[in-house]
């Protein structure tokens, strides 16, 4: 009974998310100042540290044209997001954190709170047609997989390879509800 209880109330939650509309835009909207990046163009790797709420460093520097892997290490105790964004960006991105947040599909400490549940059975679950693509269920976790975004559980390390095209105003963050509140935030600066 209690497993029925747990997934009518995921179903409902998920549900809640479904209604909700997502701005296809947002998602694609790091295509302004970068790409998805190759291995075979990386000339370097920054090594990134996330901490309960904040970064090792504060401020990166790369160069336009320039493909960089990021290894990303969570030391920390909480669920952490490595983002590079506009601010305006960063802002919508928290508000879809929120919702996922909201409806138990990522929590504190696990960003695939609900990957074992199975997802392809339960009305409006068809998150690619809300727009959302990185939204895959059937069985399978909730994928964040932008380019310019990892999440990373406590103690994992992820890496990520991104080419940034053109110099823009950016700035790295973590999403997750309140840390970028918190001071989780730091500089994109371009040399020349």
């Known amino acids: ?93 928290q508000r879809e954190m929120r919702a996922m947040f909201e409806s138990g599909m990522m929590s504190a400490t696990r960003k695939d709170a609900m990957a074992g549940m199975d997802h392809s059975s339960m009305p409006g679950m068809n998150h690619g047609a809300m727009g959302h693509g990185g939204m895959n269920h059937g069985g399978a976790a909730m994928r964040h997989d932008d380019p310019n975004a990892v999440l990373v559980n406590p103690g994992q390390t992820e890496e990520m390879i991104f080419k940034f095209t053109k110099a823009a105003e950016l700035e790295f963050a973590c999403n997750v509800p309140g840390h970028y509140e918190s001071g989780m935030v730091g500089n994109v600066v371009f040399s020349r």
Not at 17 to 29: I, L, R, Y
């Open 1 to 93: 009974m209690r497993l029925v209880t747990s997934v009518a109330a995921a179903a409902l939650a998920l549900l809640a998310v479904a209604g909700q509309t997502w701005p296809a835009a947002a998602d694609q909207s790091y295509q302004e100042f970068g790409t998805l990046g190759r291995a075979q163009d990386v000339k370097r790797t920054i090594d990134i540290v996330m901490r309960d709420n904040s970064y090792q460093t504060q401020r990166i520097q790369v160069r336009a044209g320039e493909t960089i892997r990021f290894r990303v290490r969570n030391a920390g105790e909480l669920l952490h997001e490595f983002n590079i964004g506009t601010a305006a960006m960063h802002q919508q991105h």
